[in-house]
């Protein structure tokens, strides 16, 4: 079946550093990737996604590219804020199986 | 509408009582699903549909859950019977036209609490 693994946390980071949360993928043929966010006090929004190969998706200075040798789609941010801080997702849609497969979510808090 | 929405936002129940968590998808998606996000648990999947047939019930946890939509709109889920540890986020969301590429949307939640 399909599965998400991610990077356990809380991550705590200062402002400005540069941040990688790991995610790591178990499916059968070519899922959909995605990085989903929750805010504190807010419903999860997408945040990026790819739905093929080599693929990078971006936004809001996050990038993350889908790695179908190592199985990966790890989300980066060169310069955090302090208004990054939230819940990441990372999650995967495959064809035939409609639902999101998500993974245990990582708490980021960014100190000034 | 504008986004999903979901009712009520805040649910607190009694052990035993039966309740019901109302979705409203965005106005033209054809695809609805139901997630539950606990603690410790992460998220969920319960629950799908496309128009108004369910082709994935396999993460309803026990048959005290049920679900239905109506219309290819509003979709309904209710649990009755409550036990404490049905208390999670029930989590709706709904995409244009259920491929896997396209983007689900979801709405802010049902906070359900079981005493």
Redesign the interface.
Known sequence: GNSVTQMEGPVTLSEEAFLTINCTYTATGY??L?W?VQYPG?????LL?A?KADDKGSNKGFEATYRKETTSFHLEKGSVQVSDSAVY?CAL???G?????????TRLTIIP | GAGVSQSPSNKVTEKGKDVELRCDPISGHTALYWYRQSLGQGLEFLIYFQGNSAPDKSGLPSDRFSAERTGGSVSTLTIQRTQQEDSAVYLCASVLSGTPQETQYFGPGTRLLVL
């Open positions: 899922p959909s995605f989903y807010e419903g999860l929004q997408l996604k739905t997702f849609r495959n064809f199986n409609e639902k999101l497969t998500f993974g245990t979510g």
